[in-house]
């Protein structure tokens, strides 16, 4: 392990001690099972469907995202007092920088519930804002739930008209352009324009805690090596998946993977880039102008390739910088990860995470 770390390239950024290069390894392994089924749900074209479509889905109450299981609240409210995000303290956090982040959660329109965990734990911390920066003092992550307006009820029903007192109440919900299989593009994009003082704009499922303490403080120490970084999150190789490599596929009409010879370890150069894993990520300034350029110019980048967090690695591959870190979370959270893993996000991907129920020590009884 320690040969393999010190070969990984100078542009990558990785853990600087042993022990996280241990952990980084025996966490991939973990989670190396779920991959094939991950990708053939997670980056199924969705553009198709037509808003009526939709709209029919949201009034039957089909499910637009993956809703959370009855144990996501004591999961997060684990974290959430075991970390002490409550207790963050934005001085001693920030250690005399300043910093704007700004994320988007995503999740479906009818998930109320999804909503309310977030809000419970984590967006209590004194480094969340609450609505926009500013508010309350010192605040360095404000948080948005993100829902695109082709999966939105009709705007005469009842549930629209609640979605809109949601938002009035808590101020923590943005209305975005396109369908399902636009909301990352256009949230990037739209936060990019909305938000012209923040750093870093993200993008994260719902079945993921954010732990605000832990992500500002390992950011601070990347930006010893780079002074801003395009991307920051969890790499997936070049295999993930079984689709076919970039060079014969074409990237208009089907999901393409990396080049066959390029690994998450060689990261984003001109021959490779990697998939970007949806369970959180953050890009730069840059790269969320990048997205948003190719958006109004319409390229087929931005308007055809609908596998939303996979494209988005190709177009940091593109974008005028790539300083790329790999950041210190979890694809899938086992047990570990929840007792005792000090990360900046644990994604739980409870659909296809079954370890939580089978070791004894996280086992939940309803």
Known sequence: ILAQALLLPKQTVYFKHLSMVCWRSVHYCLSCLPF??????????????SETAVHQGFEQGEA??????????LDFQELFERIGDGQAN???????????IVVGIAVGPQSVDERAVHRETWFKSPLVCRGNFGTPAGCVILPKFILERGSMPPEQSPKFAQLQEEGMEHSDIAFIPGVLADKSRQWI??????????????????DTYLSPRNLIKHILGSEDWYHTIDYYGYFLAGDTGGFTPENPCDMAKECCRPPAECTDADGFSDKCWV????????VS?????????????QHPSAMKYDCEDSILGKWIQSAPSRNQVWGKGTNRCLCDCLKSDMLAWYHFYYNQNGYLDMDDRCIREQ
Do not use: C
Not at 36 to 49: E, F, G, I, P, Q
Not at 64 to 73: D, E, F, M, V
Not at 289 to 295: I, N, Y
């Open 64 to 73: 637009q995202s993956t809703s959370l299981p009855w144990r996501a609240r």
């Open 90 to 100: 934005a001085t001693e956090v920030l250690e005399g920088t300043q910093m704007q």
């Open 36 to 49: 094939l089924s991950w990708t053939a749900m997670a980056l199924r074209t969705t553009a198709n469907k």
């Open 285 to 297: 300034r840059t790269v969320a102008e990048h997205v948003d350029k190719l958006l109004r110019e």
């Open 275 to 282: 998939y970007a894993q949806g369970g959180f990520y953050l």
């Open 189 to 206: 994009a739209e936060a990019a324009k909305q938000y012209p003082n923040a750093k870093y704009i993200g993008k994260m499922d719902s």
